[in-house]
């Protein structure tokens, strides 16, 4: 085709959020697959979720701020958002003492880490000890 060009495919955005019980943020390999405070503020607009699981050894602060961001454009304040991290990681805890009057305002949760949460079962092969969390959907 002479004089024909091709463009990519456009990007297909969402006509309106979608609402979770549960929700994953996306990750990779231990790493949240989330670039940059853009992305995590578009995921968390886009995908509003009661509870969201972050699988993470390295998190960014710029996942936390686009959660607080993005929970900001949901209409109904109301709906409680509750973060839980599979790993312990310092800046979560940093990220809760700076944002703690945002996090209550926009009712946001930091629940400890699943590393942090175990339970004890004895079994006839002796006492095992495993992660774990409730989550009341």
């Given at each position: 085709?002479?004089?024909?060009?091709?463009?990519?495919?456009?990007?297909?955005?969402?006509?309106?959020p979608?609402?979770?019980?549960?929700?994953?943020?996306?990750?990779?390999?231990?790493k949240?697959?989330?670039?940059?405070?853009?992305?995590?503020?578009?995921?968390?607009?886009?995908?509003?979720?009661?509870?969201?699981?972050?699988?993470?050894?390295?998190?960014?602060?710029?996942?936390?701020?686009?959660?607080?961001?993005?929970?900001?454009?949901?209409?109904?304040?109301?709906?409680?958002?509750?973060?839980?991290p599979?790993?312990?990681?310092?800046?979560?805890?940093?990220?809760?003492?700076?944002?703690?009057?945002?996090?209550?305002?926009?009712?946001?949760?930091m629940?400890?880490?699943?590393?942090?949460?175990?339970?004890?079962?004895?079994?006839?092969e002796?006492?095992?000890?495993?992660?774990?969390?409730?989550?009341?959907?």
């Amino acid at each position: 085709l002479k004089g024909a060009f091709f463009t990519a495919p456009p990007v297909p955005h969402l006509s309106r959020p979608l609402f979770f019980e549960l929700a994953t943020v996306p990750h990779f390999n231990g790493k949240c697959s989330l670039p940059d405070e853009q992305s995590a503020i578009e995921y968390f607009t886009n995908i509003r979720s009661a509870n969201y699981i972050l699988h993470s050894e390295d998190i960014s602060p710029v996942v936390l701020d686009g959660w607080l961001t993005g929970k900001k454009h949901w209409l109904n304040n109301g709906h409680k958002s509750r973060m839980i991290p599979t790993r312990h990681h310092s800046a979560l805890q940093a990220f809760v003492t700076q944002n703690a009057p945002q996090l209550e305002e926009y009712g946001l949760v930091m629940n400890s880490s699943l590393e942090h949460n175990t339970i004890s079962i004895n079994t006839e092969e002796g006492r095992e000890d495993y992660h774990m969390i409730k989550i009341e959907l």
